[in-house]
């Protein structure tokens, strides 16, 4: 905050305010709202593009272009098992869109019932659901469109507070949990393996608990290093709750984004049960984009190549932006921010009760922010201060004229709320 | 029904007896069940196992590589459009499986209520659902899961008996019909365009009635000639009932059976209320995909140049089943069946009683049948009559040896009726 006597913040403020005016006469038409990779990015895996070609024939014989296999093709179940540490048994291959399967969980959990229900969900009086903020904002779309209760949890440096968690899960309305426990959006923290296990073994008041183990950025690192990637379905096992994470991966960001693979990891039970509901939806996932996939990974390892040239395109831009932060705002107090080792956002904390203006004054000088409040349930931010940066799309030049334009918007936000008090 | 004496009876019984005997003798394992493309007709389709390669740039500019939008690309939609004759503002393109679109939309209405109803039809004391029969196993599955009441209606030559139909339309818990208007799944029939527009104009006690216009085989002609599609949506919207069709199409049985690409297309109100609920299922379908098939096709006359590859590899095969049935059956008036001029099915009526049996003494000699009763809701055919015989994949020679097989077997269980009497 702002710690300036009357004088120097007048003097500032019109410092700061001149500097605005400069901006907004650029006429700049800048975004960094979308978590999306850049163009750069996709071309990584433009061989795809031309796969499988005349090889459509999976390593058990199955013709890919047929009809058939609500589970996928073994050919990328047995690569990606590895990728993830997890037994392929327990691990169904689908179509693009890992965030499809969760919808299609949750929805069909509350007209059916999971195989752990008393009744279907949309039979309880209420259900709730628990949320650690910030969040994705599109797991918490779902879990509004269908009616729920959504209670918030913070986040630590090791994933959700797990107190909070516990006391929480202990009621029997609460029928579940948002997490993204690798490199999470858009905070970038990492949750320990402590709390992945504290999340397998706390006991939950409800008999079809589920945690929806969104781990989308497993191998997204920024480093030269990978993360470890707890097998929670054998935390949980062990602890004597099989069937607690519908644990859910994809290459949408690894391959093409709009047009990769899906994955859902789980017990035999839980998978059973999906079945028998994907079963009736339709006859499959798409094989031939799945085997085109194996093709071009060829192992676990590929997938490791793959992933370093995207870290070699995007850590400088995460880099840039932490620079700018860093020179524009660190010496004035009105700002933190993230500093992720993988995943694809920046987290700002700004002054209390500014971000909606921060973005505001972004969007009149052309750039374009993630709107405030986005990464919370109803998109409701109860201190007004979080704003997600998605540095991934722009080029550096663009991102660094905007970060440094966001900075601007950033202290002037400040400024005009010291200036208030 | 075999009209002998007892003494020709008796002979008869001998001499198809011992054709049985012989048959099993062979020791045969052939499948008759399946409506999937050989794997002659997926050959058609090889060129698009290499598309888009580095053209993923759609005409408009879209990059297919990235996230988003969720009515699919220009591209494959004005392409589509003009093989429907429906305009390309009214048709959205998916994912590979129209099917699961069709469950989307009808477990949609289930837990949110469609555009036109006044509660969710899951807060509905009873939901009915009109199924003309035979029809399609894979939608009474879908009515089937989610507890509707389904009431047949049978099929005359011009299509579903209207006068049953408009009955049951009255009845404000009849929320909705199942139709396959063009070459139906199994019988072949081509609704007229009376019936196309008596579903259109009907009267509906439910303000939320749909029609499930699954046009599966609106191109999938087995002659020269091309069934006339009627823009259903336009006789809609001329008699009021703008919203009443929910118009499917797709290419699995046109380019790759597991991994075309689906079509809906409706009024703007009920894409809309679509759009409304898949937005927050996810981020668009595979658009790559729907690229790949546009470059592949060209254009409208390329599906159908496909489309006369595909007639020139099925019709042949047709040819043989009726021959088989005619030169085998036709003289003892045992049982009739379809002639179908598109579509994937002939659609068999064997002696009342006798189909069960008829599909036990096949499975016993090899030849696996769809099951008795697969075309009717919950597998219960009243007659126990009928029998969905697919012609499509196995190679000519082994469906001669299969349908000689399968006469054999309703000859057989004739023979046993008539003995019986």
Redesign the interface.
């Known amino acids: 905050m702002l710690d300036f006597d009357a004088e120097r913040l007048a003097q500032f403020n019109a410092e700061i305010t001149a500097k605005y005016e400069d901006l907004k006469a650029k006429n700049l038409n800048l975004n960094l709202t979308?978590g999306?990779?850049s163009?750069e990015q996709?071309d990584f895996?433009?061989a795809l593009?031309?796969?499988?070609?005349?090889n459509?024939i999976a390593a058990d014989g199955t013709?890919?272009?047929?009809?058939?296999?609500v589970t996928g093709i073994a050919d990328i179940r047995n690569l990606w098992a590895e990728v993830l540490g997890i037994p392929a048994e327990n691990l169904y291959a689908g179509?693009?869109?890992s965030?499809?399967i969760m919808?299609?969980l949750i929805?069909w959990s509350?007209?059916f019932g999971n195989n752990d229900s008393e009744r279907p969900w949309?039979d309880e009086e209420k259900v709730k659901w628990i949320c650690p903020v910030p969040g994705y904002d599109?797991h918490f779309?779902?879990t509004e469109?269908?009616g729920f209760e959504m209670i918030t949890v913070p986040m630590t440096d090791e994933g959700p507070d797990m107190d909070a968690v516990r006391e929480l899960a202990a009621d029997p309305q609460v029928k579940g949990m948002w997490t993204v426990p690798v490199f999470g959006n858009p905070t970038g923290i990492t949750f320990s393996e402590a709390t992945c296990r504290a999340l397998a073994e706390m006991e939950t008041g409800a008999p079809d608990f589920r945690i929806v183990w969104d781990n989308a950025y497993a191998v997204h690192t920024l480093t030269d290093e990978f993360p470890v990637v707890y097998n929670v379905l054998d935390f949980a096992k062990e602890a004597g709750n099989p069937n607690r994470f519908w644990f859910m991966s994809s290459t949408?960001k690894i391959t093409?984004?709009?047009?990769g693979v899906s994955f859902f990891a789980s017990s035999k039970e839980n998978l059973d049960w999906y079945a028998s509901?994907a079963n009736?939806?339709?006859?499959?996932?798409?094989?031939?984009?799945q085997l085109a996939h194996a093709q071009f990974f060829h192992d676990a390892e590929g997938v490791r190549i793959q992933m370093r040239k995207h870290a070699g395109s995007l850590a400088p831009k995460f880099q840039r932006v932490l620079e700018i932060l860093d020179e524009r705002l660190s010496e004035y107090g009105v700002a933190t921010w993230t500093k992720p080792k993988g995943g694809y956002f920046i987290s700002l904390d700004v002054v209390d009760g500014t971000a909606a203006r921060v973005v505001q004054l972004a969007k009149e000088a052309g750039i374009a922010l993630t709107g405030a409040g986005s990464s919370f349930p109803l998109h409701k931010d109860p201190n007004n201060r979080n704003i997600r940066l998605a540095p991934s799309l722009p080029p550096v030049e663009e991102l660094e004229v905007a970060m440094d334009g966001v900075a601007t918007c950033v202290l002037l936000a400040a400024c005009e709320k010291a200036l208030e008090a």
Chains 1, 2 share one sequence.
């Open positions: 979308r999306k990779p163009s996709l895996g433009n593009l031309s796969l499988p070609g005349e459509y013709d890919c272009r047929n009809y058939g296999g179509d693009a869109s965030l499809n919808f299609d929805s509350y007209i949309k599109r779309t779902i469109h269908l949408s093409q984004a709009g047009a509901h009736v939806r339709g006859i499959g996932p798409n094989k031939i984009n």
